[in-house]
């Protein structure tokens, strides 16, 4: 039986993280015996750059070349040479060259992110709070101004990622949101995605990917205003440019290939597992795809179904999801429901889907993901298209500490106070006596000024006569 953090004696393997280099600390799971019927490939085996030296290169010839810096990029990278901001008229005309099945459907996906937003906000509350006479405390809720949505778009049209990231923002009441995304081939941005970002919300499009769309934005470039937060999901070099240019402007996460763990007992269904495991890997090569269960059968049945799933997939994306399950996929076999959970909250996977008897009970005893999908009639895919909830969440372990992307994101808790007698005195005496064994005298005289034989305008007019 295997005990982690050590390794496993079934498979001789550490229990080691899959992906980047801030993971390379052994995990902390409690004591809990699994065996693992497919394990991941060692990292070595797997190469993989290191793109941060390209990303700050690219970041410094932008800061100091702007929109013609930009324009190079997308005629480099992307062969893009047309306009970059879109024009208002090519936006109006995208109604008409999206199906009518496809508009409504956005439609239906927009309302649900757009709802959950708004019912996020309201509860996010300004407060005001007189917690003693003449001390009156309070907070607000004030949202960014201006925003950078990035949309992913090399491999796929994430129309999905549009709606997450901009409906939200426009819920969290920001004024001014740009969005870019990377042309897909000669003309530009797919009429579907630009339909998505303006019925989401979106002031300014530009025809922009990577890193050249995310400094164009955090810069205010091409008629934007500066974004004060950067947001959205994107392949490597987006998410170093996000971590580059994070300080001076703030962002959502840093964001590395989408996760999925499946956990599930012997009532779930062995080939609507496989075919849950095989959607998931289709994000990407580097997306891992983790099953656990306390049923050998069932494991051994999933690890016999996926392949064929796999091979149903159309090209390029079964050779992508091929290589995640291969690099990447694991099938964990545990002793009991306890132990799976334990195994699921060790990982903090960014998707955790429960297919097993007693939701309820999951649901309260699971603390680390960044969204949970109860039952085996929700599937991870309603949550990554339609279903409300935001679909930017955080991978490589980050559901630890933080959740995914939500209104809170883009509203600013600030406080205010407002000190008035009858609270003048203690305060400014607490004030000056913690001042003072700080060794801090200026603090302590500022305090004491307001104690009401010293306040301001008196000295004042004191000084004035003499
Ligand atoms: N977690 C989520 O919510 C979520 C949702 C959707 C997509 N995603 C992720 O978004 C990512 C999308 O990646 P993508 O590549 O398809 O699209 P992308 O839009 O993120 O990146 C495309 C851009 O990358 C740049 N680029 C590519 N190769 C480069 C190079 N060698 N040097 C410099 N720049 C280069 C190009 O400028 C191009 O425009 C995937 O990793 C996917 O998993 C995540
Ligand atoms: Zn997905």
Not at 283 to 286: E, L, P, S
């Given at each position: 039986m295997y005990r982690s953090p050590l390794v496993s004696p079934?498979?001789?393997?550490?229990?080691?993280?899959?992906?980047?280099?801030?993971?390379s600390r052994s995990c902390e799971v409690p004591a809990v015996t699994v065996e693992f019927l497919k394990s991941a490939r060692p990292a070595a085996a797997r190469g993989g750059a290191d793109i941060s030296d390209t990303v700050r290169l690219m970041l410094a010839r932008l800061a100091g070349g702007g929109e013609a810096a930009a324009r190079d990029y997308a005629c480099r990278l992307d062969g893009w040479s047309g306009p970059v901001a879109v024009p208002a008229a090519a936006l109006r005309a995208t109604g008409a060259q999206v199906p009518p099945d496809l508009k409504q459907a956005i439609g239906y996906a927009h309302e649900n992110i757009r709802r959950f937003a708004e019912a996020q906000r309201a509860t996010a509350l300004d407060f005001e709070i007189e917690?003693?006479?003449?001390l009156t405390l309070g907070q607000r809720q004030i949202p960014v101004n201006a925003v950078g949505c990035y949309v992913p778009g090399?491999?796929?049209?994430?129309i999905a990622s549009a709606l997450m990231s901009i409906a939200t923002a426009r819920a969290a009441g920001v004024p001014h949101i740009t969005a870019c995304s990377p042309p897909?081939?000669?003309?530009?941005?797919p009429p579907a995605l630009l339909y998505a970002m303006a019925l989401a919300g979106a002031d300014r499009i530009l025809v922009l990917g990577g890193v050249q769309g995310v400094a164009a934005m955090a810069q205010g470039?091409?008629?934007?205003?500066?974004?004060?937060i950067l947001v959205g999901p994107g392949n490597a070099y987006v998410a170093e440019a996000k971590r580059q240019l994070f300080g001076p402007v703030g962002i959502d996460m840093v964001a590395g290939p989408t996760d999925l763990m499946l956990l599930a007992d012997n009532s779930a269904d062995p080939l609507t597992l496989a075919w849950d495991l095989t959607a998931q890997a289709e994000?990407?090569?580097?997306s891992p795809v983790w099953f656990a269960t306390d049923d050998r059968a069932l494991a051994r049945e999933v690890l016999r179904l996926v392949p064929a799933c796999l091979a149903e997939l159309p090209e390029p994306n079964a050779a992508a999801a091929r290589t995640a399950w291969e690099d990447l996929g694991e099938v964990i076999l545990c002793d009991s429901r306890e132990a799976m959970a334990a195994l699921a909250d060790s990982y903090a996977p960014e998707h955790l889907h429960v297919q097993a008897r007693d939701p309820g009970w999951w649901r309260a005893r699971l603390?680390?993901?960044?969204s949970l999908f109860l039952g085996?009639?929700?599937?991870?895919a309603f949550g990554d298209k339609a279903?409300?909830?935001?679909?930017v969440l955080p991978t490589g372990r980050a559901a630890r500490y933080t959740g995914g992307l939500s209104v809170h994101k883009f509203l600013k808790t600030v406080t205010w106070q407002r000190a008035a007698d009858p609270a003048l005195a203690a305060l400014a005496q607490a004030t000056a006596t913690i001042s003072r064994a700080e060794g801090m005298e200026g603090h302590a005289r500022s305090a004491e000024r307001r104690l009401a034989n010293s306040l301001a305008p008196v000295k004042l007019a004191a000084h004035q006569e003499g």
């Open positions: 079934f498979v001789n393997i550490p229990f080691r993280w899959v992906k980047p280099s801030f993971w917690l003693r006479p003449g090399g491999r796929y049209a994430h897909r081939g000669a003309a530009g941005i470039l091409f008629g934007t205003p500066p974004a004060d994000h990407g090569a580097t603390t680390a993901y960044g085996a009639e929700t599937t991870v279903a409300g909830p935001n679909h």
